[in-house]
């Protein structure tokens, strides 16, 4: 039994243990939606002082090196590492008040990738999938058309970012190679230069003509070389397709626009992602790693990588805005948890999951907007405190999915895709 | 709301259940109260049962602990929920009727006979027990087996026997769930509808703790006469148990398949690998009339042994490999290659298991020890245990009652203390390193206590009786091992040859493979316990089976299907097609072009079978699917297709470059006239000749090289075409 058709009789099965009563409960289940969402993952967790949430009034142990920079907000400001962000802010939320105790990597990716902490304790290095992602779950919930991927990560998949019991077809479909080098080209959807003349065309007229195997004509059969056929001309569907060609090659784009994310592999990734979702794929990872600073953070941050996460989700988030794309498109911002208030004795921040800075904007959130709070010290949040399942529950209903649907997992046990979260409310103006 | 409080406030100074009615209560907390919200689907996992309940009101899932249950509805929420001296405003009620706003809605009406029966045991003082309550002990499902015209609905009833003798009409307490909802629908109370499909499966009935399957067949519209079936050649009891069946449902099996077809699929099925050029050609020309016999000997001989190695490690590699960012490289290593030795040597099962399961010391050693090391909790080396070995799953058991089987929290725990007298010292588990050896070992007087009732659990496998006179300086893993690897063991050879027969059918004659339940029939009963018997006589030898089983005619059927069978997905009255998995189309397509893959950690010429984890990276394997190691094993592995598949097998840079790269194969094919280059690229990918329209389209493709040209392009359109089509990419 395939694992769609167990997710079918799955669902079936769960008639019997009163699926329409459950059904009932999700007469609220949000409008129907094309939504998109970039998700940008900064693995390792990025330090909410040098960041959006700046204590320039906390002692210096605490304060760290940086300045601040105000913001189109009177009265905000952000780090001064993020002059390009801060110039931006009114097209976006900075939710300073999440916070959660899952204070290693291995349970912080898991919380915020899947909006479920995990069952059991893990440990630091944990690479662990207890619940799907927040990709695979808007993968198996969309249908997307002409043979696009529903879930795309590049350059990795971020840890806990899998299907888990929805199945490797919602697994993302990852694009390693750098969108910054000349001869970048997305993977398998595009043919293979070697071929790219008028010997494309004839194999697979060739291939049309060779592949006789009998097909069983009557759907109860259920022959897989039927599916196969599907699944081919699905695959043709895409590769023949002009639209979704132009999206996958970044090269189309205007030097200017390149420049302006920046020439560089995130920022490509970036570019390539606004195109991709442009096309028709609802969500796009983009991971971004090397945030863990235990040591010399002020050194690394003055390096390029806070300077490329600058210029590069602004000028995305502003492409996004100029192309009249942010409404149906969200952008989020997010590592697994914010840094320790004291510098410790090699420069850097430790864990800290009891405060961190997201950023969100388009699909509807309002700009130049801070929710929450952390206190005057950066230690605890400590207004309109949002949990993980708050902002799982914000992601899925922006994106058209009740957060309460009922899956049914591998043992048909019914699984709701995140537990007592609500909604972060100033997210919906 | 506002206007209730008083009324609650009574309702607490009246100091709650020792308020009591003067006559003796008659509603029982678990015969009814609880059984009532079961079915008005208030303790459901998507409601108050959730892990942190609905609204602060949490209830236990199924149930399964009644306590807590009473505790909640009684005295949480101060006693608001319920009110004695006014039945009608108890919470409970209210919001069941949606008389004030329930999120759930309206649950039962006012007037019906759940609001009733709640209504009196409030009334009663909703007492935790009543007077000499009797439990339940079994029920019983009239009629026990029905027998459907298609699409007819006909209901049945549930009777429960109590402790006290007593029985009681219960369906309108109990749960049903249909075994499979395509074959046979259930309703709410009872009513079983059949669909279009003849066959049979069941529909679980479920009332407190009781569980109990009805049988539901639809017989077919119209039967073949027997004599059909008694013309149809028998090379095994396989054979004959399979028309039995066959006869039973109405169905007709496929005609037998053609030498080429089994060649490619028995090779496949068990080398996981093409049959080379040689070895098709000789075959094919061989004319003895028991070749095929003769087949499945060279392919079972030591000869293959490496090979045969690798396929199946790979396939337990799934089952018992950890990850290794959790238990560390070497111990991972060590497993995978000791699995690889034990096929190798084609070790039986019952030496294999037993070497597995009482495995002790040092995790950079010895293999097995990685199993200890991921499976670190009594528990949770018996939930694996079962699910592999005994094909039972016993997990859902660690919180409440199986929902669709007999087993309970005591089966689990019990199960459990076989593996709960394990010491370790040396480096826990500090992922993603765990450089350091843990050392594992046996130390008498290890305990495991029940959750609930905090009991120490004696060690029982499930649905046995407790071992009576066990040494107790004897590892228990020990004596679990032998009871599990006796010929007369009810759970383990049949739990084997189900497995060994999925992987030559594509499926379980059980299916799912480790889902052995009453409600949960096998496709053939009798055949499934012939096979198990005959692989217990023979000394638990797997290649013995897979003996037994190419060389029956049910293994050599055509997968094309007849007017008789076409529907038929359930009880291989025909070959399935099946993907191939990624490995063996990856292994495949390296061998023909003769460009080995470039495999992570492994040497040079190594095939993605020989990978021992899998998290080596391969964009290839994560297309076509790999068990995702970083959930718990067993893992499952993505069988179908796809279109990501589809265009990495179309579009992939990496296939391009192994078509046109330098291969001995493919430069010589270019030298050889073309109606004899496309024969032998059929044989290659397809293990057969090509039939006279494709040998026409292929020479023509091929056509002649213009000057100063070769015709390797061409060649390479070819491959890429058959690479590309149905009959290459599934097992048929």
């Known amino acids: 039994m395939g694992r769609r058709d167990f997710i079918q009789t799955g669902l079936g099965a769960l008639g019997g243990l009163g699926l329409t009563s459950m059904l009932g409960l999700q007469s609220r289940a949000a409008a129907k939606s094309d939504t998109r969402c970039i998700f940008i993952w900064l693995d390792g967790g990025p330090s909410h002082y040098e960041t959006f949430d700046p204590k320039p009034d906390a002692p210096s142990e605490i304060r760290g090196e940086f300045g601040t920079v105000p913001t189109t907000v009177p009265g905000v400001h952000f780090s001064d590492k993020f002059p390009h962000l801060a110039k931006s802010f009114d097209r976006f939320t900075v939710v300073r008040s999440i916070a959660h105790a899952q204070n290693n990597h291995g349970a912080g990716n898991h919380y915020l990738m899947t909006g479920a902490p995990t069952p059991v304790p893990v440990g630091c290095g944990a690479y662990v999938t207890f619940h799907p992602s927040y990709g695979s779950v808007v993968s198996h919930h969309r249908k997307v058309e002409h043979g696009l991927p529903g879930y795309i990560s590049t350059p990795r998949m971020s840890r806990s970012g899998g299907p888990n019991f929805l199945g490797a077809q919602h697994a993302p479909f990852v694009i390693s190679d750098n969108p910054d080098k000349k001869d970048f080209r997305v993977r398998d959807v595009t043919l293979p230069r070697a071929i790219q003349d008028g010997r494309a065309k004839s194999r697979v007229e060739l291939r049309k003509s060779l592949d006789q195997m009998r097909r069983m004509t009557d759907a109860a059969a259920e022959d897989p070389a039927v599916a196969f056929d599907e699944y081919y001309a699905k695959a043709f569907d895409l590769v023949t397709s002009d639209e979704a060609q132009k999206a996958f090659d970044i090269s189309h784009e205007p030097e200017a626009v390149r420049e302006k994310y920046g020439r560089n592999d995130f920022g490509q990734r970036l570019l390539l992602a606004r195109r991709l979702t442009e096309v028709g794929v609802p969500f796009v990872t983009v991971y971004n790693g090397g945030w863990d600073d235990h040591r010399s953070l002020f050194t690394n941050y003055k390096k390029s990588k806070a300077e490329r996460l600058d210029i590069g989700v602004s000028a995305l988030i502003e492409d996004l805005a100029e192309r009249g794309s942010l409404d149906n498109t969200m952008v989020v911002l997010l590592g697994e948890f914010g840094r320790t208030p004291k510098i410790n004795k090699d420069g850097g921040r430790d864990h800290w999951s009891f405060a961190m800075s997201v950023l969100m904007a388009g699909a509807g959130i309002p700009g130049g907007q801070i929710v929450g709070a952390t206190d005057v010290k950066g230690y605890y949040a400590n207004e309109n405190i949002y949990a993980p399942e708050d902002f799982a529950s914000t992601l899925y209903t922006k994106m058209g999915i009740d957060p309460q649907t009922i899956l049914p997992d591998t043992n048909n046990r019914p699984i709701q895709l995140v537990n007592n979260g609500r909604l972060i409310k100033e997210l919906f103006a | ?732």
């Open chain 2, 1 to 732: 709301m506002k206007r209730l409080l008083p009324l609650l406030l009574l309702g607490l100074l009246s100091g709650l259940p020792s308020l009591r009615a003067s006559s003796p209560a008659t509603i029982s907390f678990e015969n009814d109260v609880l059984p009532i919200m079961t079915r008005a689907g208030c303790m459901l996992g998507s409601c108050h049962a959730k892990s942190d309940g609905q609204n602060g009101f949490q209830l236990s899932i199924f149930s399964f602990d009644p306590d807590s249950d009473y505790r909640e509805i009684v005295y949480d929420a101060r006693g608001r929920r319920i009110f004695p001296s006014s039945p009608d405003h108890s919470l409970l009620l209210l919001k069941a009727t949606n008389t004030i706003p329930h999120e759930g809605e309206q649950r039962f009406a006012k007037d019906s006979e759940f609001y009733k029966v709640l209504r009196q045991w409030i009334a009663e003082g909703a007492p935790r027990h009543i007077p000499d309550e009797p439990e339940p002990v079994s029920i019983s499902i009239t009629p026990p087996e029905l027998s459907f015209k298609k699409n007819e609905t006909l209901p049945i009833k549930v009777t429960v026997t109590y402790s006290n003798g007593k029985t009681r009409d219960v369906t309108h307490l109990s749960e049903f769930t249909s075994n499979d909802v395509a074959f046979a629908q259930v309703d709410h109370d009872g009513n079983i509808t059949a669909g279009a499909v003849p066959g049979e499966n069941s529909v679980i009935v479920r009332y407190v703790e009781q569980v109990a399957a009805v049988r539901v067949v639809i017989p077919p519209d119209k039967l073949l006469p027997p004599e059909t079936y008694t013309a149809l050649p028998k090379n095994n009891p396989i054979d004959e148990l399979s028309y039995a069946r066959f006869q039973e449902l109405g169905l007709f099996p496929s005609d037998p398949c053609r030498d080429d077809e089994f060649l490619r699929r028995a090779t496949l099925d068990v080398l996981g690998r093409l049959p080379s050029l040689e070895e098709t050609r000789a075959f094919l020309a061989d004319t003895s009339p028991d070749k095929r016999a003769k087949l499945a000997d060279r392919l079972l001989s030591p000869a293959h042994r490496f090979e045969y190695a690798d396929f199946w490690a790979t396939k337990w590699g799934d089952l018992l490999r950890p990850d290794t960012r959790r238990v560390g490289v070497k111990p991972v290593y060590l497993l995978d290659q000791w699995i690889r030795e034990k096929f190798r040597d084609n070790t039986t099962w019952d030496d294999f298991v037993t070497e597995l399961l009482t495995a002790t010391g040092s995790s950079h050693e010895y293999g097995p020890v990685a199993v200890l090391r991921d499976k670190r909790e009594p528990f949770e080396m018996s939930e694996f245990v079962g699910q592999l070995f005994l094909g039972v799953r016993l997990n859902c058991a660690q919180c409440h009652h199986h929902p669709s089987e007999k087993w309970s929290q005591d089966d689990y725990y019990s199960m459990a203390a076989f593996f709960g007298s394990m010491k370790r010292k040396g480096q826990g588990i500090s992922a993603p390193i765990s450089g350091e050896p843990e050392y594992w070992w046996f130390e008498p007087g290890g305990k495991v206590t029940h959750p609930v009732s905090e009991a120490v659990m004696p060690p029982k496998p499930p649905d046995t009786p407790v071992f009576t006179d066990m040494d107790p300086d004897t590892d228990p893993r020990a004596i679990f091992a032998d009871w599990l690897t006796t010929k007369e063991n009810p759970f383990f050879a049949r739990a084997m040859v189900n497995r060994i027969w999925a992987e030559m059918f594509g499926k379980g004659l059980v299916d799912p493979v480790d889902d052995f339940r009453e409600s949960n029939p096998a496709a053939n009963a009798p055949l499934l316990e012939w096979l198990a018997r005959d692989f217990a006589e023979h000394g638990f030898d797997q290649k013995h089976t897979l003996r037994r089983i190419l060389n029956s005619r049910l293994y050599q059927q055509s997968s094309e299907p007849n007017e008789h069978n076409v529907g038929d997905k359930r009880n291989f009255s025909r070959s399935y097609r099946r993907r191939l998995p990624g490995e063996v189309l990856l292994d495949s397509i390296s061998l023909i072009t003769a460009q080995p893959e470039k495999l992570t950690g492994l040497p040079a010429d190594a095939r993605a079978m020989q990978q021992w984890n899998h998290l080596l990276p391969s964009d290839f394997l994560d297309a076509f699917g790999r068990p995702d190691s970083s959930a718990a094993p067993p893992c499952e592995r993505e069988t179908g297709g796809s279109v990501v598949q589809a265009l990495h097998l179309m579009n992939s840079d990496r296939l391009q470059t192994k078509l046109s790269g330098k291969s001995p194969w493919l430069d010589e094919l270019v030298k050889k006239p073309a109606a004899e280059a496309v024969d032998e690229i059929y044989l290659r990918l397809f293990s057969r000749h090509p039939r006279d329209e494709e040998k026409q389209i292929g020479v023509r493709h091929i056509g002649t090289p213009a000057e100063g040209e070769t015709t390797r392009p061409q060649i390479e359109d070819l491959v890429w075409s058959l690479l590309n089509s149905a009959e290459f990419v599934l097992n048929h």
